[in-house]
């Protein structure tokens, strides 16, 4: 556990400087993101606890780049004590995010609960939420508009001739979601889910201070997504897949990692030692190409954006490089019932 942290701790201050703030939550690497895509994936693992950090970069060769970090913790608790096989799994995940000229930053703080229903031997149900105050803020000094253009340049003295009545706001943010994972003897683990970001629909404007004067309330944001893995052993495959549309935009990322194992994780220790790579597709244009290892049941993972898409020209074909690092651990003795799986 010490090791855990530590490793969670250095990669933290290694990337403070360049991370510290942070845009909208966006993660090539989703299946390492769980409690942002799913509440209901909270505590939906094989073991005792979770943590894990995640941090990107992208549109570095175009403009400011936009920057995130998250880390996030998650656990199983009470467990038989709400049914046989049942048990609630209970976290938290926070974010930082810069994104663009202006430096508009994003905070945002998460609590997330599921319920974990065992239906059979192999299949559980699981539903959850996820509760949360997001805050935003602006540096207007770092832009400029088209009123400020004095025939030969942009300056800054000149009235922006922008009606904002405020440079940063908050508001409370809710998430819904359900998933259902199966087991196939011992083969194949797989997980599938869907959730509702923005459910509670909260306003969102630097000029309004309600929907009257704008259309700044957020829309809903439905994710579905699948993850899972098929043991080969001592080699894994892991096809995942995740489609989230919000308002007139969508997004779809798909691929799979490929793990060899040359030590397997289980449940009596915390030995493991593997190497992965992966290849995925985001269908509004890039393919993403990743590489890791895992050692002592720390998995971490690097992967680059390559933009093949209209914005290709202008990025060089540079999008964003992003890593994570998790870890999955047990307080005591393997309990004699099934978990959900971990990814």
Same mark, same amino acid.
């Given at each position: /556990?010490?090791?855990?942290?530590?490793?969670?701790?250095?990669?933290?201050?290694?990337?403070?400087?360049?991370?510290?703030?942070?845009?909208?939550?966006?993660?090539?690497?989703?299946?390492?993101?769980?409690?942002?895509?799913?509440?209901?994936?909270?505590?939906?693992?094989?073991? %005792?606890? =979770?943590?894990?950090?995640?941090? =990107?970069?992208?549109?570095?060769?175009?403009?400011?780049?936009?920057?995130? @970090?998250?880390?996030?913790?998650?656990?199983?608790?009470? &467990?038989?004590?709400?049914?046989?096989?049942?048990?609630?799994?209970?976290?938290?995940? +926070?974010?930082?995010?810069?994104?663009?000229? !202006?430096?508009?930053?994003?905070?945002?703080? @998460?609590?997330?609960?599921?319920?974990?229903?065992?239906?059979?031997?192999?299949?559980?149900?699981?539903?959850?939420?996820? +509760?949360?105050?997001?805050?935003?803020?602006?540096?207007?000094?770092?832009?400029?508009?088209?009123?400020?253009?004095?025939?030969?340049?942009?300056?800054?003295?000149?009235?922006?001739?922008?009606?904002?009545?405020?440079?940063?706001?908050?508001?409370?943010?809710?998430?819904?979601?359900?998933?259902?994972?199966?087991?196939?003897?011992?083969?194949?683990?797989? #997980?599938?889910?869907?959730?509702?970001?923005?459910?509670?629909?909260?306003?969102?404007?630097?000029?309004?201070?309600?929907?009257?004067?704008?259309?700044?309330?957020?829309?809903?944001?439905?994710?579905?997504?699948?993850?899972?893995?098929?043991?080969?052993?001592?080699?894994?495959?892991? *096809?995942?897949? /995740?489609?989230?549309?919000?308002?007139?935009?969508?997004? /779809?990322?798909?691929?799979?990692?490929? !793990?060899?194992?040359?030590?397997?994780?289980? %449940?009596?220790?915390?030995?493991?030692?593997?190497?992965?790579?992966?290849?995925?597709?985001?269908? #509004?244009?890039?393919?993403?190409?990743?590489?890791?290892?895992? /050692?002592?049941?720390?998995?971490?993972?690097?992967?680059? %954006? @390559? %933009?093949?898409? &209209?914005?290709?020209?202008?990025?060089?074909?540079?999008?964003? +490089?992003? @890593?994570?690092?998790?870890?999955?651990?047990?307080?005591?003795? *393997?309990?004699?019932?099934?978990?959900?799986?971990?990814?």
């Amino acid at each position: /556990m010490k090791k855990v942290f530590t490793v969670l701790i250095f990669g933290g201050l290694f990337l403070g400087k360049n991370w510290v703030y942070a845009q909208d939550l966006h993660f090539s690497q989703f299946y390492c993101s769980p409690l942002s895509i799913n509440p209901a994936l909270t505590g939906n693992f094989n073991g %005792d606890y =979770r943590v894990g950090l995640n941090a =990107r970069s992208q549109w570095a060769a175009v403009t400011v780049p936009y920057q995130t @970090l998250s880390v996030y913790g998650d656990m199983g608790v009470a &467990q038989d004590m709400v049914g046989d096989n049942n048990w609630i799994g209970i976290g938290t995940s +926070f974010f930082l995010d810069r994104a663009g000229d !202006g430096e508009l930053r994003t905070i945002k703080s @998460l609590a997330h609960v599921a319920f974990h229903k065992h239906l059979n031997d192999n299949i559980f149900l699981s539903l959850g939420a996820g +509760f949360g105050y997001i805050q935003k803020s602006i540096d207007l000094t770092q832009l400029t508009f088209s009123s400020q253009w004095d025939g030969i340049g942009f300056d800054g003295n000149i009235n922006n001739l922008e009606s904002f009545e405020k440079n940063k706001f908050g508001y409370l943010d809710v998430s819904s979601g359900l998933a259902l994972s199966f087991l196939m003897e011992d083969r194949f683990i797989g #997980t599938i889910g869907a959730s509702v970001q923005h459910i509670n629909r909260p306003l969102e404007s630097f000029y309004f201070t309600d929907n009257n004067g704008g259309n700044n309330q957020l829309g809903y944001r439905p994710v579905i997504h699948f993850s899972s893995d098929i043991n080969f052993s001592p080699l894994h495959v892991y *096809p995942s897949a /995740m489609f989230t549309m919000t308002k007139k935009t969508n997004e /779809m990322v798909l691929g799979a990692n490929v !793990g060899y194992f040359m030590q397997e994780p289980n %449940d009596d220790d915390n030995n493991s030692m593997g190497v992965f790579s992966g290849l995925w597709y985001r269908t #509004t244009g890039s393919f993403i190409v990743l590489v890791g290892f895992e /050692m002592s049941r720390v998995r971490l993972l690097l992967n680059y %954006d @390559l %933009d093949i898409g &209209q914005l290709a020209q202008f990025s060089n074909s540079r999008n964003g +490089f992003e @890593l994570s690092i998790s870890h999955v651990g047990s307080f005591r003795e *393997p309990p004699g019932r099934l978990y959900c799986p971990r990814f």
